[in-house]
C-alpha cells in the first residue's frame, strides 16, 4: 500500500472483536500492550449474539474450513465454551455485555467502530439471506453501538471480509466515512457508493501461523508505505499475544508510526484513489473468499 511520500512509514492497527470471549479476555489483554506501547488503535466490534458454535455447521459443508480449524488449533485460540454457543449453549451478547471495557477503549484514546451486529450468521449465512435481514442487522448493530458509545459508528469492517452487491447498496445509505470491508492490496473507493476504503493489505497470523507471521509482515513493511495490519482480539490478545507483542516491537523499531484507520483516512489523498468495484478471492490460508 505504497502512500504518496514513500519514505513514510505508517501502520494501522484493525482489531476485530469476534466473539463473548475475545471481548471478555482478549480485548483487556490488548489494551495493556497498546498502552505499554503508546499505541492507539481502531477496534471493530461485534455487538451482538456471539453464535459461534453455528461454526460446526461448516465443518459438513466446507472441508477447507475443517483443515483450518485443525491447523490452527481453533479449540486452542477460541476456547471450548466459544464453540459451543448457539448450539449447545445460549448465545451470550458480545460487546453489549462489556459497557465498561468499551468505556475503557474510548477513554484510552482508541478508535471504535461496527465491526457486526451477528458476525457467525453473516460470514455463514449473509448470501442466503434477503436484504431486510441485512438492513435489520445494521439497524440492530448501529442501535447498540449507539447505546454503547453514545454515538453512531463512522466506519463499518465486515466480518470475515464478506459482502456482497446489495450490502454495497445498503451501506451507501449510512454514508460511513470510510469502510474497512476487504484484504486489497491498496485504498480505493467504492464504485457507486464513493466511499473509502481502507483495506486490511497484511497478513494476519491466523492465516500465516507463528512465527511466521511476523517475518511475513516484516518482508512486506520493509519497503515503507501506509499499511493496515488485521488483528482479532480472540488471537492477538490471547494464546498468541507474545507474537503480537514481538511483532510491534519489531515493526517500531524499524521506523513505523502506529495510527488509526480514521487518521489514515484523513491522510489519503482522496482524488488521487482508484474507483471501482471490489471482487472475491480466496486468498491463502483463508476457508472462504474475501472481498479485495
Ligand atoms: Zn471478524
Redesign the pocket.
Known sequence: MPSDDRNKKVLGIKI???TYQGMKNGVPRLLTILENHDIKGSF?L?IGPDTSGRAVFQFVKNPRFLKKMVRTNAVGLYGLRTALYGTLLPSPMIALSFPDIVRQMMSQGHEVQL??WD?RRW?DELYRRSREWIRDWFEKGIRGFAELTGQKPSAF?A??WVIDDRVMEILGDYRFNYLSCTRAKKPFIHEKTGVVEIPSDLPCFEEVGVPEGISAVASILKDGGMHVLPV?AEVEGGIWSSHFIALLEQVKRSGYRFTTLSEIRNMLPVDKLKVRKYRMELLPGRSAPCAV
Open positions: 476485530d472483536v469476534d471493530f461485534s465491526h457486526a458476525h460470514q469492517g466480518p470475515a482479532h
